[in-house]
């Protein structure tokens, strides 16, 4: 008797992929490399963030011959991205049997109101979040991962940091609590108090927390691993650097090893350049992709 | 003496629980050094590609290997197996020491991922399989421990066993049970 799908199952496999780095790829080429390098699995997308930022315009869903064949490049799990909201997007990249959706803020939103309902489409998702009550309301529309935000495109580290130690200390705050308050912590968060009394039993997130928004060194995506995060996702990090496969290694290694100074220095010699960044500053508001999402 | 669990990526941190349950003392393989005070290893779930190029930079696989072959308890889930049996992948050769076929994602993709009911040594559970590789066939010697229906879900060739599925997952005290006497206690090792 065999049962599929089952969010056991689902979460399961954000649990397989712990300790490791998902890479956005825009082409069975990249997706290649992104497998040599150690990558638990690839994000199949037609424009990375950077020249999502650059281009402007409508982003949506990727086309299916970009994510067929990356599909069939690569024997690594392949994830992809619907936009927000955009429940039909799930649903053809359900059919198309990807291994993970990333329901993301990257994309152009579809709804500006409801996210996707999660539960009764079979592929597992994974949602940004840049606080406790984010990731929450993403849990309880059946989310199987979160990430953090950070902001895509940037290689600025800065408000990956800034939304992990926001989730931290809102689960900290969740299990120093009195049982009494706990209700009126969800409604501060607006997150379901279910969700709330599962941080309470395992002293943590119900799923696997990856970092992502911003990481472009080694050291950005160890440092994401010492806040306590459980991997990393790499966007334009990699592929807009002077050379992918030198960075993409370095980072899978610095992930594994993200308490291990030594490594650390080994695997920073001798990267080439590092994506140009941008000061989260110089962004418009309405720049700020973090923003979406509700 | 310490169980070892290889912690380059994937379910290590699960298969820690497991061990915090039984109350074992651990320590996570990441380099050579850490396998000097291991007498029992796991190898857990996660992508077998990712680990096997992660490994490379230290060369770990081969120190592994020469500890595994003194005869030391080894329990593989899932990639865990993957990375025992005797097989390549990206044309690298994995640790090699478990006589099986082994055929990776053999269920197909994760929306086929399921929770199966699992006749495992003198219990029965249900387990997540993940991806998970298909055991096509045994070598003489290894002999059958755990079936789903007719398919041959988990193998043990002297003192290694590998599972298709994932028990760490479950944690159950069926499981916790077998752990504590063939990983921790040296029971069955060999002599099934």
């Known amino acids: 008797m065999k049962i599929e799908s089952t969010f056991k199952v689902k979460k399961g496999f954000a649990e397989m992929l712990k300790g490791g780095v998902i890479m956005d790829v825009v082409n069975a080429e990249q997706a290649k490399i992104a497998e040599k390098s150690g990558a638990v699995a690839v994000m199949a997308l037609e424009r990375i963030p950077a020249d999502i930022r650059a281009e402007g315009g409508v982003s949506r869903m990727s086309s299916v011959e970009v994510i067929q064949e990356v599909m069939n490049t690569v024997s690594i799990p392949v994830m992809a991205k619907a936009r927000i909201g955009h429940f039909v997007e799930a649903q053809i990249l359900e059919e198309l049997g990807i291994d993970f959706i990333d329901e993301s803020e990257v994309l152009t939103p579809a709804d500006e109101v409801n996210h996707i309902s999660k539960h009764e489409i079979k592929t597992p998702f994974v949602n940004g979040a840049t606080d406790i009550g984010e990731a929450c309301r993403r849990i309880g529309e059946g989310a199987a991962m979160i990430r953090t935000k950070g902001e895509a495109g940037t290689g600025n580290v800065i408000e990956a940091v800034r939304h992990m130690r926001s989730m931290t200390k809102g689960i900290n705050e969740v299990l120093s609590a009195d049982e009494n308050e706990l209700m009126a912590l969800a409604k501060n968060y607006g997150a379901p108090v279910t969700v709330l009394n599962s941080i309470r039993e395992s002293g943590r997130l119900p799923v696997v927390n990856f970092a992502a928004g911003g990481i472009a060194t080694p050291a950005d995506a160890a440092l994401m691993m010492q806040l306590g995060c459980d991997g990393v996702f790499v966007g334009s990090g990699i592929f807009k650097s002077g050379d992918p496969l030198e960075r993409a290694e370095a980072i899978v290694i610095a992930t594994t090893n993200y308490d291990n100074p030594a490594k650390l220095v080994e695997v920073s010699k001798n990267l080439g350049e590092p994506m140009v960044g941008i000061n989260i500053d110089d962004l418009h508001e309405s720049e700020k992709l973090a923003k979406r999402g509700w | ?192």
């Open chain 2, 1 to 192: 003496m310490k169980t070892g669990i290889l912690a380059l990526q994937g379910s290590f941190q699960e298969h820690l629980e497991s061990l915090k349950l039984i109350e074992r003392d651990f320590i996570l393989i990441r380099t050579v050094d850490d396998l000097e005070e291991v007498g029992s290893i796991i190898l857990p779930g996660g992508e077998s590609t990712s680990m096997i190029k992660i490994q490379e930079n230290n060369d770990l696989f081969n120190h592994l290997k020469i500890k595994i072959l003194t005869g030391i308890p080894t329990l593989g889930t899932c990639a865990g197996l993957i990375l025992l049996a005797k097989n390549s992948i990206l044309g690298k050769s994995t640790l090699n020491i478990l006589d099986c076929d082994i055929e990776r994602n053999g269920y197909g993709r994760q929306n086929q991922s399921f929770e199966g009911k699992v006749q495992f040594n003198n219990f029965n559970d249900n387990y997540c399989f993940i991806r998970a590789p298909k055991i096509t066939s045994v070598g003489s010697g290894v002999k059958v421990i755990a079936k789903m229906e007719d398919e041959i879900v988990g193998v043990q060739s002297n003192n290694i066993v590998g599972l298709t599925f994932h028990p760490e997952l479950n944690n159950e005290q069926n499981y916790l049970n077998w752990l504590d006497n063939f990983v921790m206690k040296g029971l069955n090792v060999g002599a099934l």
